[in-house]
């Protein structure tokens, strides 16, 4: 008698389910960190294409540091929807909200004091726009030290790895091009991806985006960043300055415009807007991402934390106009301050706010 052999693991992965259930993996942030993603899945009885028609749903809060063990539900509001790259089919991805069992939105949901900044009257007539550089680090897993890097040791300076191709220059390229595509599966406004200039440091770009649908896409962009490195077992890490000394931090660069700045005459409302920012230059920072003093030190392409500048074309500045911008006399402007670890609801808001409501 022939023993029978058990199906691969993938095989199971990739089973093509004869069923119009489907399955939505609800996403949602939690309150240990910044960054702290969680997410669980659940059968829906058939294709969901309105996140208004999908179900609301509680979870453990006293397991993700955002209730208290005696009075531990919290519901997930879903917020938007997004293909599922790795189940596929008609499966989704879910971004939520979180709130209170009354209706509350809970201490750590920013992305509802978002919403109420973009709803405001002033700021829909702006259609303001957000463009994303999320950078970050891959790191081998055993010992937390970046891809490609000797073990216990350093590799050659700065200068080579930055857009570089080759396997003594770019490390973890599969990762990277494998979330670019996952991306693009999913429905995001995924721009671009690049090398970095720390070798094993690497970026990805949300294109232009409308109010708080760059914060809905950042994070699941980032959620998806997560799961593929899991599966290849590398971490990902969203340190401002994952390794100390003469290295590139990690940011995240937010490229921002206005109806108005897009327009002739444009560079002067940028300016002004950019003023706005100076006056709030230490609230803005205190809401940029946490360890953002080890980045920001007026080395390898920052501003000092302390310091308001702007410039064109000045990598250096804490606000960056574009050649192209002052050249046409309007467009955008990039804030360089924000850290690799931000919450892009609070950036993106606070930016609205101060340029738009300040």
Request: proline content about 6%; overall charge neutral.
């Amino acid at each position: 008698m022939e023993t029978e052999k058990m199906s691969p693991l993938s095989d199971l992965l990739n089973l093509n389910l004869d069923t119009k259930q489907i399955i939505a993996e609800y996403i949602w942030i939690g309150g240990g960190s910044g960054m702290d993603i969680r997410s669980k899945g659940r059968t829906l009885p058939g294709p969901v294409s309105d996140p208004s028609k999908l179900p609301k749903w509680n979870y453990d809060g006293s397991s993700t540091n955002q209730a208290a063990g005696d009075d531990s539900e919290v519901i997930l509001y879903p917020q938007a929807i997004f293909k599922d790259p790795f189940r596929k089919g008609n499966n989704i991805l879910v971004m939520c909200d979180a709130y209170s069992p009354k209706g509350d939105p809970i201490p750590t949901n920013n992305r509802h004091k978002a919403v109420k900044i973009f709803d405001h009257p002033n700021v829909k007539a702006e259609e303001p726009w957000f463009g994303i550089e999320q950078e970050y680090t891959l790191l081998k897993k055993d010992v937390k030290w970046p891809l490609g890097w000797p073990l216990g040791g350093f590799p050659g300076p700065q200068g080579p790895y930055y857009c570089a191709v080759g396997a003594d220059k770019a490390f973890g390229r599969d990762i990277v091009d494998g979330h670019y595509k996952a991306c693009l599966y999913a429905g995001l406004s995924i721009g671009g991806a690049n090398g970095e200039v720390m070798p094993g440091q690497w970026e990805f770009q949300i294109s232009p985006t409308v109010g708080i649908g760059a914060g809905d896409q950042l994070w699941v962009a980032r959620y998806i960043l997560e799961r593929i490195t899991e599966i290849c077992g590398v971490i990902v890490s969203f340190d401002p300055k994952p390794i100390e000394g003469d290295w590139n931090g990690a940011a995240a660069h937010t490229n921002f415009s206005t109806k108005s700045m897009r327009k002739e005459g444009g560079l002067d409302l940028i300016k002004k807007a950019i003023g706005k920012l100076e006056v709030k230059h230490k609230q803005h920072i205190a809401a940029y991402g946490e360890g953002n003093e080890r980045r920001l030190t007026g080395k390898h392409e920052t501003a000092d934390i302390n310091k308001f500048s702007w410039g064109v074309a000045d990598r250096g500045a804490s606000v960056r106009v574009g050649r192209d911008t002052e050249k046409e006399g309007k467009g955008y402007f990039e804030d360089r301050r924000p850290s690799s670890n931000m919450d892009p609801y609070l950036v993106t808001s606070m930016i609205a706010e101060t340029t738009i409501l300040g």
